[in-house]
């Protein structure tokens, strides 16, 4: 997968988000990290005050969901507003599958790509390689 110009990469998982923009080209992408958003993790999807099963999810699955959806709101929201052009995002799989539950049509428009493999923690130089394998 290409990387065009100006895209925005998040990398994610159910505890951290990393933002990238490519100030390279698509022939010679340059990843460079972007200020941290601050995610808020109120938005959890399953039920609380109930015991943990597949139907009520334990604290720490709700936490994780939430702050995947929470990552979705920051995206959505840039998204909304013009602020994105390109978005490849990177998540660990659960995660990524709880972030697809709450994509915008907005962000659907501008997202160019998914990776679904946990690199949060990696390097800049190992996302690119990651994306350009995909």
């Known amino acids: 997968m290409k990387i065009p110009q100006g895209a925005t990469v998040a990398v994610a998982d159910g505890q951290k988000l990393s ?27 399953g039920g609380t005050g109930h015991r943990s099963s597949s139907a009520n999810p334990d604290d720490t ?11 979705v709101d920051i995206l959505n929201k840039h998204a909304v507003e013009g602020k994105l ?12 599958g709880e972030m697809r539950k709450h994509y915008h049509s907005k962000l659907k428009d501008v997202l160019v790509g998914e ?7 990696h390097t800049s130089d190992d996302i690119e390689k990651t994306i350009a394998a995909a």
């Open 85 to 96: 052009k390109n978005l490849i995002v990177i998540a660990a799989p659960r995660a990524l």
């Open 19 to 45: 933002l990238f923009k490519n100030s390279g080209d698509e022939a010679n992408p340059k990843l460079t990290a972007q200020p941290a958003a601050s995610v808020n993790t109120d938005n959890k999807t």
């Open 115 to 121: 990776i679904s493999k946990d690199l949060t923690g």
């Open 61 to 71: 699955t709700q936490d994780e969901d939430g702050f995947a959806a929470g990552v």
